[in-house]
């Protein structure tokens, strides 16, 4: 190897060093603490080699619970607050005037602490001995019945996660997508209103491929992002997520090891290693999909 190369390694070592302990390392050794039965952290000692930890987190009825709870907010979250997110960002690429106080004013949720927004929707959606709360307030007008969100049935509790949700991730991907609409070449549109072409058809034939690649960027974040949402939940539910069924794969992680139920890191480490499998197995799906449906110029 010739001066150079060993100059771009050592560039490279503080960074390899950087992920090989705090990535790669922790990921091995929870791998290894997945197949250990019965471990125990005082002592340091387990009493078997197995795949018991795995049997039991698939058994668990509160790890089905959360598996749920995360693939809704996926299914749901991901595509509408990206859709929204592209409306939006298509409206304000056509607005001159005081579009960047728009931008500004959609980005504000984005550097909010989400506590305090989880509280701000507690207030809006959580009924109290002195008020039903603005959004029950909302549909009276309508002469709806009053709903509990937050202590109620399970699908308002997930109509409210999922509004959060939304609500916290769209800021970001308005950003992203105003960025990529304004780097789009305007030769494309011009050559396309000279030969008479609708604006829908431009948004789809000329806009939709050139912009895909963050489009795709965008949906592989928010699945990684909403397979690892837990805070969200905390936020709205209080921290026993169990006792309100809204758990999260990474709330029961968390619970494993320092909850009401804690003291399982066996029982946790199987449980994260079943969320890599999942997390990764959809991502290398959306690469094998975006070969052919993005468009990379």
Sequence with gaps: M???????????LPAILFLGFFMVYPLIDVFIYSFEEGYNSASQTYFGVGVYNYSYVLRDPY???????????????VPLSTGIALLISVGLSSIKPLRELYQTIYFLPYVTNTLAVGLVFMILFK??????????????WFGGPSIDFIDGPYWAKMFVLCFYT??????????????????VNQDYYKA??????????????????????MIFYLVITGF???????SDAVALFGTDLNAAG??????????????NSGGYPSYASAAAILLFAIVLTITCINLLVSRKKVYYS
Aim: aromatic content about 14%; charged content about 15%.
């Design 224 to 230: 990684i992002g909403a397979f690892k949402a837990y």
């Design 246 to 259: 809204m758990n999260t794969i990474v709330g029961y992680v968390y619970d494993m090891l320092y909850g």
């Design 166 to 183: 939304i609500w916290v991730v769209m800021p970001f991907k308005i950003l992203i997508l105003t960025s990529a609409l304004a780097s």
């Design 2 to 12: 010739d001066k150079k190369g060993w100059k771009g390694w050592l560039y490279l």
């Design 63 to 77: 790890f089905l619970q959360a598996v749920k709870n995360t693939f809704l907010l996926v299914i749901i979250t």
């Design 127 to 140: 009924k109290t001995p002195y008020t039903d709360g603005l959004v029950n307030l909302v549909i009276h």
């Design 192 to 213: 396309a209103k000279v030969d008479g072409t609708s604006s829908f058809r431009i948004f789809r034939k000329i806009t939709l491929p050139l912009i895909s690649p």
